[in-house]
């Protein structure tokens, strides 16, 4: 079964450093997304990616963070300046038509920043 | 800001009996919704979902149940397994909204 691939499965950067989280989206995917789980905390919706651009975005999703897909199959969320309140996992997910139902979500990547 | 509330942390139930996670939100725009199982070190994975046109869907041994003038919305699992035993968040979403408001989860754990 088609998988949403994301590395690293763990990142521990230090505060004020940038950091990428990489997305593997499944192939004919067209509908991208990061969310995020703060530990204890619900999962958060971040940002939505669709024909290159983003079609919508949360509160958290603020200046510090940026997402691209810099080629035809990897889609990355970048935070430029890590703060100690960024440490989460953050989930990668993909869908083909867009509809809700429809969603395929990676195993996320635990970035803890110190 | 708790739109999407499963004021049950966590529920055990013995295999074979039926498991029921509640959830309740506030926004009453919301229009669909969904349930996610996680299991750890993996992602949320999609369950079954119900529009706000309907009160019920069933998909197996999963129905989901929704009570719009309540508020409220749960997922029926008869007969539980233990295969069973996870996470599971209620989502909600706004109609023409991509993007999903999540519960804070229900740990279930199915005993044999």
């Known amino acids: 079964e088609p998988e949403v691939t994301q590395t690293p499965s763990h990142q521990v950067t230090q505060m004020g450093q940038e950091v990428i989280l990489r997305c593997v989206p499944i192939?004919?995917?067209?509908?991208f997304y990061w969310y995020r789980q703060i530990l204890g905390q619900k999962v958060e919706f971040l940002v939505s990616?669709?024909?290159?651009?983003?079609?919508?975005k949360s509160e958290i999703f603020d200046d510090q963070f940026s997402v691209e897909r810099p080629d035809g199959s990897n889609f990355t969320l970048k935070i430029r300046s890590t703060k100690l309140e960024d440490s989460a996992m953050y989930f990668c997910?993909?869908?083909?038509?867009?509809?809700?139902?429809?969603?395929?979500f990676g195993s996320g990547t635990r970035l803890t920043v110190v | 800001d708790q739109q999407v509330k499963q004021n049950s942390p966590s529920l055990s139930v013995q295999e074979g009996r039926i498991s029921i996670l509640n959830c309740d939100y506030t926004n009453s725009m919301f229009d669909y919704f969904l349930w996610y199982k996680k299991y750890p070190a993996e992602g949320p994975t999609f369950l079954i979902s119900i529009s706000s046109i309907k009160d019920k869907n069933e998909d197996g041994r999963f129905t989901v149940f929704l009570n719009k003038s309540a508020k409220h919305l749960s997922l029926h699992i008869v007969p539980s397994q233990p295969g069973d035993s996870a996470v599971y968040f209620c989502?909600?979403?706004?109609?023409?909204?991509?993007?999903?408001?999540f519960g804070p989860g229900t740990r279930l754990s199915v005993l044999p």
């Open positions: 989502a909600a979403s706004l109609w023409g909204g991509q993007n999903f408001v």
């Open positions: 990616f669709y024909n290159n651009e983003i079609s919508e």
């Open positions: 192939s004919n995917h067209l509908y």
């Open positions: 997910a993909s869908s083909g038509t867009g509809q809700k139902n429809s969603y395929t």
